[in-house]
Each structure stands twice: as C-alpha cells, then as structure tokens.
C-alpha cells in the first residue's frame, strides 16, 4: 500500500508540474542555505578532543594585577617567570608549557633553496596529554627534555617534503641552522578549534610542521613565533630581560583526572599566588583560573559570530519556504477535495488519506533534496564570500552531511504538510458528492 500511495504521489508531482517546481524549490532552497551555514558551524563549533577534554585544564596566574588585567581576569597565557615556576613544581601528573616557534629547514640534496616551518616548542607530556597520533617512532621523555637533547617530531607533511615520506626516525633534519635527530613523525592532526594555543592563534590554523623540546628552545634563546601580550613600557634588549618581563608568550597545560586532583591543583595555583605576594612580586591578591578545554572554548569565544549569525538567518529563511510550501501544500490537496470525497464514501478512513497525502509531501522533499543537495555542494564552493578564508575551507560536503540534507528535507516537508493532510482528511464526503 504504502508503494501504492508513493507512485500516486509522484502522478500528483507530475499532474500540477508548475505548483511541484515552486514546493521543490522552495525546499530545495532553504534546505540548502541552512546546509550551508551548519556545515561551517559545525567545524568551528565541535569538540576537538572529546575523550579527554574533561581532563585538561589550563591554568593562568594574573601577573598584572588588577590595574592592567584583562577586565579581572588574568591573561590568555603565563610569563617566564611562572611557566617555569609551574613546571618545576609539576603539580599534575602530566603537564606542558608550549609556545609557538619558527625556523627554516635548511637545504640538503634534495632542495636548493630553505623552506619555512612553523611548530611548537612543547613538554614531552604533550604527546600523550592530547593523543597525538605518530606514524613513525613516538615523543621524546621527560627526561629527554629536560637534558636538553636535540629532538624534534616532525609532521608528514614535513616527512614526504624532506624525507620523500620514507621512515625518518634517527635521522637528521636541519632548522634554523642547527641539526636535530628526528624521534617521530605524526599523522596528519590538526585539531579544530586548535584548543592548545588559542593565544597565538584564532584556532584554525594549518596544521604545525614540527614539535621540538621545550627546554632546548629555551637554552637556543628562540623567541615566540607567535604573540606577545606585555603590559607598562619596557625597554628589554636581551633575552634575560625579555624572560624577567611581565610579557605573557608561554601557553601552560595540564592533566588532571578527577575531581579531587583538580582542586588540590586549584588550590596549589592560590598557594602559588599568594607565594608571590609575599615575596613582593604580587602587590594584590591571588587571581587564578583552572578551565578545562571546553570552558576555555567558550571563554575565548571560538566560535565565529558570523558563522553563528549566518546560522540563525538561514535557519529562519528556512522557515518561511516551509510557510509558503505549507500554503502551496494546501492549495494542491484542496483542489482535489472532489477525489478525497468519492475515496471517503468508498470506505477511506481518514487515516488513510493522512497516509497518502504526508507520502506524497515526502516525495516532494526528496526532490527538494536532491536540489538542496546540489546547491549546498555550490554553496561550500563558495563559502569563502561570508568567512575567513581558514574558516571556510573547514566546510565539508560529506556523507553525512548528505545524508542529513536529505533527511531534513523530507523531514521538514512532511511536518509541513500535517495542516494540508488534516483539512484534506476532514473533507465532508456528502458535500464533495452533492457538489459533483
């Protein structure tokens, strides 16, 4: 039966082929604008690393003091002075300070001219704090970083353009005209929002070509690649006085696992405040925050208010093309009210014209699908006009992207024409009789 109803549904789409193609494109249309705009909300709006971003937290100090920080709140990252303090203490189990560097991969055999590389300068418990996933080889230890050894991971990017792709690992791979050992090489990761530096970067950056040790960036003296947030005027010429300055350019994270270890860590960030003041380093209160990765997204406000905008006009525009599908629906179920009549007194129940008449909306939403479809596919081609050009490219016309275009389409039509399909079903057989 229900076969029945959908081939009676498509004679109807073809009986009234004007009022079909204004429904379809109404659908078609809407579907596609708010397909569209979700697909870029949903790259920027997704949780980077779900499994664990309950159990990484970032922890900042307000060095500035209530005169000069950021509205009570303390800066977007820590000063050299209290990275190194919370690294030494290492009052989590695992712990990273990183900070973004960058260098030239000198020419070797295989290229004539240096080529610029962006990486990190970061902990050896980075790799295991956020799952970096390896191809070749693994991380470097603690221990490594703290003898200073010259490490460094690099990406598979930067393994197929310097190593043809080849396994790496022992190998030697020169940077700023200096030479490291190669320990490991990543997969492709790139999480977005990249949640571990949001202070050097909006979150959607190219994937890092290299990490090296933390400390061994230190002893080299190599400052940030990335930003610098300093406050009074300063007069530094050196790297001593860069380092003793109030500049924050060092991003901390730590790993904690439960509850309790995340308020013995709170209050050793208070201790380390109130330490500070004593010393006279500090002349106002302990002022200290510990987020984890999800409440440091919504804190540094990730998500780009254009996507979240643009979202909310589609998704009303969206609306009004079920409004007008909702009349056209009516108009074409209506002008069949003499048919609906003689099936009624032939011994139609009413839920049987529901049925007839919501698959037949159905079939129209899988037209306005189909053309939804391959306008969104236009419309992530050209996403670019509205976003930034390393927002836009997140956009994705996937599976289930498509999947979900559909879904909605059909979805939609078949909410819309529950009004149409009732008054269609209430139709007075006696009237639609005497009037024929």
């Known amino acids: 039966m229900l076969d029945y109803y959908f081939q009676l549904g498509l004679r109807s789409l073809r009986r009234n082929p004007m009022l079909t193609a204004l429904m379809v494109m109404a659908i078609g249309f809407g579907v596609a604008a708010s397909m569209t705009t979700y ?79 962006e990486g990190y300068a970061v902990g050896g418990d980075f790799f295991p704090m956020f799952d970096v996933p390896f191809r070749f080889g693994s991380g470097w230890t603690t221990q490594d970083d703290e003898k200073r050894a010259a490490d460094v991971v690099i990406s598979g990017k930067l393994n197929q353009e310097v190593f043809a792709g080849a396994n790496s690992v022992g190998r030697t791979i020169n940077l700023g005209g200096r030479d490291y ?74 790993e904690l696992g439960t509850a309790d270890e995340v308020a013995s860590y709170r209050r050793f960030l208070t201790n380390y405040a109130a330490d500070q003041q004593r010393a006279g380093r500090f002349n106002w209160a302990p002022n200290v925050r510990l987020r984890d990765v999800t409440q440091w997204l919504d804190y540094q406000q990730v998500v ?62 899988l037209a306005g699908g189909a053309l939804g479809l391959l306008l969104t596919a236009l419309g992530v081609s050209g996403i670019g006009v509205l976003f930034q050009p390393e927002v836009a490219k997140l956009a994705k016309l996937d599976l289930s992207l498509m999947a979900l275009t559909f879904a909605v389409a059909i979805a939609a039509t078949v909410l819309a024409a529950f009004y149409p399909a009732w008054r269609a079903a209430h139709v007075q057989p006696a009237w639609q009789l005497k009037s024929s």
């Open 39 to 117: 697909s870029v909300f949903r790259a920027v709006s997704g949780n980077p690393i779900p499994d664990k971003s309950a159990r990484l937290f970032i922890p900042l100090v307000d060095n500035w003091g209530p005169q000069q920080n950021l509205k009570g709140e303390p800066a977007d990252g820590l000063d050299y002075v209290d990275a190194i303090a919370l690294m030494r203490a290492h009052a989590a189990k695992r712990q990273t300070m990183l900070y973004p560097v960058q260098l030239a991969v000198m020419p070797d055999a295989n290229r004539d001219l240096p080529m610029n590389a």
């Open 181 to 254: 050992r190669v320990v490991g090489v990543t997969n492709h990761w790139n999480p977005r929002p990249r949640f571990y530096d949001l202070f050097s970067t909006s979150g959607f950056a190219d994937e890092p070509d290299f990490y090296m040790p933390f400390n061994l960036a230190l002893q080299q003296q190599m400052y940030t690649g990335g930003r610098n947030s300093c406050r009074g005027h300063l007069g530094f010429t050196n790297w001593t006085d860069y380092t003793q300055s109030n500049c924050v350019w060092i991003t901390p994270w730590v």
């Open 304 to 365: 780009p208010p254009e996507s979240r905008i643009s979202l909310v006009v589609a998704l009303g525009f969206f609306v009004i093309c079920l409004v007008n599908t909702i009349g056209l629906l009516l108009a074409k179920f209506m002008r069949r009210a003499g048919e609906i009549g003689v099936r009624r007194a032939l011994g139609a129940t009413r839920g049987e014209i529901y049925t007839q008449y919501l698959i037949e909306a159905g079939t129209v939403g």
